[in-house]
């Protein structure tokens, strides 16, 4: 298995390979095209701002090439906001391989924004390595809107979803290398997929 | 809200656990690895590390711990100590930190919060927050608070300094409530319930937690987290029980 986790320049692409080589398989860390091009799976990690991670993509001409390949994708919180076609974070046209837009989540008493902490899955798709009950760690202040992609959510205010499918394209909001056992069923049954 | 979490604290000096009370007098407790380890076993939500040696001395902590801690746990950790720049805080999460948390060099350059939220997004960036109460019941920050030398008032009232913290880009506030470090006696539950309240991002109460019902409390005045460390590097409290307490008390806790 040759994974490579996409280099954008930003975040920590330290803490989910380590999640994968947990599972047996080490990830190499590269924005170069060849690599890319040889890899059985991709990983665009994220955390970061969506502006920011965007302009770098551009800059290296990864958002065209990862448009392009046919291997499966992962894109994990940030990353899988970028697979969507515009973020409201600073405004961001995103990659554009899912359809729809990623919102701000609004805060309301109890619900505060960021999206902090561990939150209960309402799975939809018994494939992913997760079940409802599952707790999983989300970070994070956007969100894409619930569709027919959706294969796991959780509600906060609105429905949340988790985990995207669609195609080869698999998108986590949550952060399956913090999620403890849970995260790493999720990401080993992505690798076995 | 998601579960609220429950957010075991490790002072860091020279690459080691160390404990004080009322933020003075520290003791070592142990290695990072092993305290890490038993803290994951645990079912800690989240571990936090600061290292108090850092941001007084004018240095920022050194990276290699964090790239074993990062290799170590598969929850989510921040660090704190001296990250004074963009560069060094993206040191630190490519390092593997989910969260860098600032305190003095925040409050000596405020917009340091906006250039670390431009570039690595709000869910990256704590503030963390020393706050204690004067004669006249007033609470103001402190600044410096890891070195009794050094350790002064920074000048601004705490529910200012959240407000302007949280415009900023902050992602979270971590509310050290300075009386009660280390004394066992309760969070400053009013204290807490007011920042809160001042702020829509999350807010972990800090400072007091001597029993399980002290949790319970803060979570009920409004905080996301709770961060407590003598109760738990004394094993005073095993924090499987703590959360089947919580629960128990109608408070939603990952297992």
Known sequence: MRLVCIDLGYGNLGSVAIAFERLGVVPEISGEPEVLRAADKLVLPGVGHAGYAMRQARARGLDRLVAELPQPLLGICLGMQLLFEHTEEEDTRGLGLLPGRVRKLQPAPERPVPHMGWSKLDVRDPSLGLASGDYVYFAHSYACDDGPATAASTDYGRTVPAVVRSGRLTGAQFHPERSGAAGARFLGAWLAA | ?255
């Not at chain 2, 989910?98 to 919060?113: G, H, Y």
């Not at chain 2, 992602?171 to 400053?188: A, F, H, P, Q, T």
Request: glycine content about 10%; some cysteine.
């Open chain 2, 1 to 255: 809200m998601p579960a609220r979490r429950i957010i075991p604290c490790l002072d860091v000096r020279d690459g080691r656990v160390v404990k004080g009370v009322r933020f003075e007098g520290h003791r070592d407790v142990g290695g990072i690895e092993e305290h890490t380890a038993y803290y994951v076993a645990q079912s800690a939500d989240e571990l936090v590390f600061y290292d108090i040696s850092a941001s007084p001395a004018g240095r920022t902590l050194d990276l290699d711990w964090i790239r074993r801690v990062a290799r170590l746990i598969d929850i989510p950790f921040a660090v704190a100590g001296g990250i004074r720049t963009r560069d060094q805080a993206a040191a630190c999460l490519e390092a593997g930190a989910d969260k860098v948390s600032v305190n003095s060099p925040a409050l000596e350059r405020p917009a340091l919060i906006e250039d670390l939220a431009r570039d690595f997004g709000s869910q990256c960036v704590v503030v963390g927050v020393d706050s204690l109460r004067d004669e006249d019941g007033n609470y103001h920050v402190k600044q410096y608070t890891g070195d009794p030398t050094r350790s002064r008032a920074a000048g601004r009232r705490t529910l200012d300094w959240v407000r302007e913290a949280a415009e900023r880009g902050a992602g979270e506030i971590v509310l050290n409530c300075m009386s009660r470090d280390g004394v066992r006696s309760g969070y400053d539950l009013d204290h807490t319930r007011d920042v809160a309240d001042a702020v829509t991002v999350p807010v972990i109460a800090s400072g007091g937690a001597g029993a399980p019902a002290h949790f319970r409390d803060a979570f009920l005045a409004g905080a996301s987290g709770a961060l407590a460390a003598t109760v738990f590097h004394d094993r005073l409290i095993a924090i499987p029980e703590l959360k089947e307490f919580l629960a128990r008390c109608g408070i939603d806790v990952r297992p």
